[in-house]
Nanobody
């Protein structure tokens, strides 16, 4: 199974920036689409941004123009550059990947999740 590890969270003031990273490790896999989700206390987990293996991106309306998602397929990593952060961006951010397992005779797909990283925006 692929393991995803997020990093880069922290506390910033409104208007500040953070860059999240997600690194995938394991063997016998290929990562298809990836995405960042977030969950604030008392709220459902929501999609923030997604990116296909080919680089096509999609953003939640609330982050368009402020966040940028990117990935490095060769290094199995994904990033989320977050600018002009607002208090409502405060949440635990999770990395998600749709994984194709190629380590056996039968290939199969599954979703993998990271453990989450806290982002807090407060003055």
């Amino acid at each position: 199974q692929v393991q995803l590890v997020e990093s880069g969270g922290g506390s910033v003031q409104p208007g500040g920036s953070l860059r999240l990273s997600c690194a995938a490790s394991g063997s016998g896999f290929r990562i298809n689409a990836m995405g960042w989700y977030r969950q604030a206390p008392g709220s459902l987990r929501e999609l923030v941004a997604s990116i296909t293996r080919g680089g096509n991106t999609n953003y939640a309306d609330s982050v368009k123009g402020r966040f940028t998602i990117s990935r490095d397929n060769a290094k199995n990593t994904m990033f989320l550059q977050m600018n002009n952060l607002k208090p409502e961006d405060t949440a635990v951010y999770y990395c998600n990947a749709n994984v194709l397992s190629t380590g056996s005779a039968v290939y199969y797909e599954y979703d993998s999740w990271g453990q989450g990283t806290q982002v807090t925006v407060s003055s």
